[in-house]
Each structure stands twice: as C-alpha cells, then as structure tokens.
C-alpha cells in the first residue's frame, strides 16, 4: 500500500523513516484522524510504561507508566504522534500532578473527545510514589455525570504496595 487514503492524508508521523525523538514538551506534535464510528460509544487506552519527566525543583528524573483512557467523538490521536508528544516530557520540569493535567487538557484540545481519563502511576522516589489520576466528561451528556461517578469512585480498592 504505496498511496495514503484521503482521510488520513494529515497524518505526517505515522511510516515515517525519519522520526525524530524530541525531548522538550511539544504539545504540536500530536495529529488526528477522524473517527469513523461516531454512532458507537467506546473506549479506547494507551499504556505508555516509559514516561519521564523532571522533578522542577531537583532536576531529578521522575518515571512512570501513563494510562490513557477516552472515548473518542470525531477526532481520534493518532498513536505515533502520541508517543512522540509523551516523549516529549523528557526534559520538561513540572510536578507529576501537573504532568497528567497538561496530557489531559492537550488531548482534550485537539480531539474534544466524550470521555477521557488520564492516570499516571510513578516509581517511588524518597520512598513515596505518586499516582495522580484526571479525568473528564463533556458537559450535558451522560459522560459528564460518568466523569463524575469515576472520581468519586477512583482508587477505592488501592492495588498492593508491591514496590513496582
């Protein structure tokens, strides 16, 4: 298959030969694609298991494994860009909690998706780790009140401490 098909002709990362990794935060790296099943809700996640950011204060690198959860609604992230926009974060100093907010808010920004759900579970440093949830739902639908109910529930049954 030598030829794009006129939908995804936007798509500039994905059998590229020439990918370039960067390392600070590039939230225009991303791409879309339209989602060709807008009649059906359903969920799509990404696991990224090699998330680093710095510490803003030590420098000091922080790693994670990142749970993307959403259900998409005309746009879908095209998963390339994704990992390369993750990558990203490298040298990108920020708090982890911030960390998975900027993911949030980015993807929300370029695909306004119905639901979605971001979670990042980080290695302990100085003996703690760190596991910040977010999510959201679009306003007057059902995934609002569904955002909503997730939040409330997140984390009831905490997984065991097994030093990861």
Known sequence: ???????LKDLTLLGSQNTK???N??????E???NKHQNND???KFNFPEFTSLCPITGQPDFASIYISYV???KMVESKSLKLYLFSFRNHGAFHEDCMNIIMK???KIMKPKYIE??????????ISIDPYCNYGEERTKWYEVAEQRLNMHDMYPEKIDNR
């Open 1 to 7: 298959m030598n030829k794009k098909p006129e939908d």
């Open 21 to 23: 990794y960067g390392y």
């Open 25 to 30: 935060y590039n939230p225009g790296i991303l």
């Open 32 to 34: 879309t694609f339209d």
């Open 42 to 44: 359903y969920f799509v």
């Open 72 to 74: 998409p609604n005309i």
């Open 106 to 108: 980015d993807l929300i």
């Open 118 to 127: 971001v979670w990042g579970k980080f290695t302990p440093r100085g003996g």
